[in-house]
C-alpha cells in the first residue's frame, strides 16, 4: 500500500512521525531551558550520546533494560545537574554569545571524554532492538519504535502541559520565561524554577537516548550531534521564544527529515541536510520571526 | 504606628549607588513607619527608581545598608527581600501580559511569608480593586492601563507585604484612575503599611503622603510636610538644586 506522492509509503509516514516526536522532545529540553536562561544550549546532543553510552555500557554487559534505562537516566540527570551548576549558573545574565560558545565548548568537551574513554569506533547498545521490529497494522507494517516513540512524546509532552499550567513551579516557570526580572521581584526562586527546568530537560534527554538508540544503535561520540543541529534549525525555524512554536519546529524538522529520508534514493540520501537547512534558509528569509509565531511577535524577547 | 520597639518598617541608612561611573543616590537616608506613606520626589533621573531598587536589591548598593523590621538585607537577593516582607509595584507596571489576571495575582503569592490567610487576603484586594475580581479571568494584556495599574497593586498587595514599594504608579493614567489609586493608598495605609511612594506627580504627592523628601542627583535635598504643599517656590528650588 503506497502514497502515490514520491513514493512515501506508509511505513516511512509513521517513521517520519516517530523521528518528529523524537525530535519534538528535544526542542523541548532546548527550549525549556532557553526559556529561564536565554541559553541555547548547543551541549544538549551530548547528553543524549551520555544516555545513549549508558545504554550502551549495560547492553555489552548484558545487563537488562530494567538496570539500562535507569542507568542511562541517572548518568544524563547527573550531568545536566552538573552542567547547569558548573556553566548554566555561573555565566547566567551574560551575553548571549558568551553563552552560546560556552555551551559548545562543553559540547566538544563532552564528545573529547566519549573519545577518549570509549574509542572512535562505537558501542552496540542492542537492548531494545526488538522495536526495531514491524507490527502489522491493517495490512501495514509499522516498526514499533515509531509507535513508542509517537506515544511517548505525546505522553510526556502532555504532562509536561499539566505541569506548566497546573502547578506552581510551572507556573513560576512561565513567569520567568517571560520576564525573569519582576518574577524575581515578585519572589519567585530563580533557583528553584532554573533548576526544574534543567532537570526536566535532562529526564526528555533521557528518553530521547533510550529512543534513539533503538534507531541508531550503534553508539560513537558524534551519537546525536546531527539531530541537535537539524533540532536546533527546527526550533529557531518555528520561533525559539515559544515553547510551543519551538516543538513544532522540531517535530517539523524530524518529520520532514524522516519524510525526505524516505524519499530520496539510498545514493543520495548524504544530500537530506542539504535538502534540510535550504529548507529553513528559505523559510527564515520569508518568516524571520519563526514559522509558527503569530504575526507582529518579536523574535527574540527583550531579556 | 510603630512596630515592636519603635523600629521602623523601612530604614535606609546613608545608601549609595552606583551604576558603573555615575553616581545615581548618594548618602540617602529616609525611613518609614508602619501606617505611614512616605514620598520620594525628584526631577527624572534624581535617583528614586534607584533607591527602590537598591532597597529591592535588584541592584547592590556601593555602600550605605537597607534594614527591614531592624534587620539588614543588603546583599539579599530580591527574591529573599521580596520573602521578607517588602513588595514593589514596579514603574511600567510589568504585568504578566500573556497570563491571566488570576494568574498574576498567583504569581503575587510567591513573596508571601506565611502560607494561612490567603482567602481573606485576596478577599480584601479585590475589595479594594472591583475591577481586577471582574476582570479574573482575563488575560491581563487586555487590561487598560488603569486596570493593569490596579492589578499590579493587587499583585503586590495579596503577599501581604509590611513594606510597600511604588514606582511611578500614577504614571500615563487618567485624572479618575489617579483618583482611585490614591484613594487605595490611603486605604492600604490605614492598614497599617509602610508605603514609600515614588512619584512625578510632586505638588499631589505632597500634600498626600505624611512627609515627603526631594530627591535631586542622587541627593535628598528637601523634607516637606503636607501643609508645605503649596510652598512651590521650595519645591521648584529644591528641583533645580
Redesign the interface.
Known amino acids: 500500500m503506497t502514497v502515490a506522492v514520491l513514493g512515501i509509503n506508509w511505513q516511512t509516514l509513521a517513521d517520519a512521525v516517530g523521528l518528529g516526536a523524537i525530535y519534538a522532545l528535544m526542542a523541548v529540553g532546548i527550549g525549556l531551558v532557553f526559556g529561564v536562561l536565554r541559553l541555547v544550549n548547543f551541549a544538549y546532543g551530548q547528553l543524549v550520546m551520555a544516555g545513549a553510552y549508558a545504554l550502551a555500557f549495560a547492553s555489552e554487559r548484558g545487563w537488562p533494560v530494567s538496570v539500562g534505562i535507569p542507568l542511562c537516566f541517572g548518568v544524563v540527570l547527573l550531568l545536566s545537574l552538573l552542567m547547569d551548576r558548573v556553566v548554566f549558573r555561573p555565566l547566567r545574565g551574560q551575553s548571549p554569545a558568551v553563552m552560546l560558545v560556552a555551551t559548545f565548548a562543553v559540547a566538544f568537551l563532552l564528545q573529547s571524554i566519549a573519545l577518549l574513554w570509549f574509542g572512535p569506533l562505537g558501542k552496540i547498545a542492542a537492548s531494545l532492538a526488538t522495536l526495531n521490529q514491524p507490527v502489522t497494522i491493517s495490512g501495514v507494517d509499522i516498526r514499533k519504535i515509531a509507535i513508542v516513540a509517537t506515544v511517548l512524546a505525546a505522553f510526556c509532552l502532555l504532562v509536561l502541559v499539566l505541569l506548566l499550567e497546573r502547578t506552581r513551579v510551572g507556573l513560576h516557570m512561565r513567569a520567568a520565561a517571560m520576564d525573569f526580572r519582576t518574577a524575581e521581584l515578585l519572589g519567585v526562586r530563580a533557583g528553584r524554577v532554573i533548576g526544574a527546568a534543567v532537570l526536566i530537560s535532562g529526564l526528555l534527554a533521557a528518553v530521547v537516548a533510550v529512543m534513539l538508540t533503538v534507531q541508531t544503535p550503534l553508539v560513537t561520540p558524534d551519537f546525536a550531534l546531527r539531530d541537535t543541529i537539524l533540532v536546533l534549525a527546527g526550533v529557531v525555524l518555528g520561533g525559539m521564544n515559544r515553547l510551543v512554536s519551538a516543538t513544532l519546529g522540531g517535530f517539523a524538522i524530524g518529520f520532514a527529515s524522516g519524510l525526505l529520508g524516505g524519499a530520496l534514493p539510498t545514493n543520495q540520501s548524504q544530500y537530506l541536510p542539504t535538502f534540510l537547512f535550504a529548507a529553513v534558509i528559505l523559510v527564515l528569509v520569508i518568516r524571520p520571526g519563526g514559522l509558527f509565531t503569530r504575526e507582529g511577535q518579536q523574535a527574540v524577547e527583550r531579556v | 504606628m510603630t512596630g515592636p520597639l519603635g523600629i521602623p518598617a523601612l530604614a535606609v541608612d546613608g545608601l549609595e549607588v552606583r551604576h558603573g561611573a555615575v553616581t545615581a543616590v548618594r548618602g540617602l537616608s529616609l525611613q518609614v513607619r508602619r501606617g505611614e506613606i512616605v514620598g520620594l520626589i525628584g526631577p527624572n533621573g534624581a535617583g528614586k527608581s534607584s533607591t527602590l531598587h537598591a532597597i529591592?536589591g535588584?541592584v547592590r548598593p556601593a555602600g550605605g545598608d537597607v534594614r527591614v523590621d531592624g534587620i539588614s538585607v543588603v546583599g539579599r537577593?530580591?527574591?529573599d527581600v521580596?520573602?521578607r516582607g517588602v513588595?514593589?509595584v514596579?514603574e511600567g507596571r510589568?504585568i504578566?501580559a500573556?497570563?491571566t489576571v488570576e494568574?498574576n495575582l498567583?504569581?503575587?503569592l510567591?513573596?508571601?511569608r506565611r502560607r494561612e490567610g490567603v482567602a481573606e487576603d485576596t478577599r480584601r484586594v479585590f475589595d479594594l480593586f472591583p475591577v481586577v475580581e471582574e476582570a479574573r479571568r482575563r488575560k491581563a494584556g487586555t487590561l487598560s492601563g488603569g486596570q493593569q495599574q490596579q492589578l499590579a497593586i493587587a499583585?503586590a498587595l495579596v503577599?501581604d507585604p509590611e513594606v510597600l514599594l511604588l514606582d511611578e504608579p500614577s504614571l500615563g493614567l487618567a485624572p479618575r484612575v489617579v483618583d482611585l489609586v490614591f484613594e487605595a493608598l490611603g486605604a492600604i495605609r490605614d492598614r497599617g503599611l509602610a508605603i514609600l511612594l515614588v512619584e512625578q506627580r510632586a505638588q499631589r504627592t505632597v500634600a498626600f503622603a505624611d512627609r515627603s523628601h526631594v530627591l535631586s542627583q542622587g541627593q535628598l535635598r528637601l523634607t516637606l510636610g503636607p501643609e508645605s504643599a503649596g510652598d512651590t517656590d521650595a519645591l521648584v528650588s529644591a528641583y533645580l538644586a
Do not use: K, Y
Open positions: 529591592m535588584a537577593r530580591p527574591e521580596a520573602r513588595a514593589l514596579p510589568r504578566f500573556e497570563l494568574e498567583l504569581l503575587g510567591a513573596g508571601r499583585r503577599a
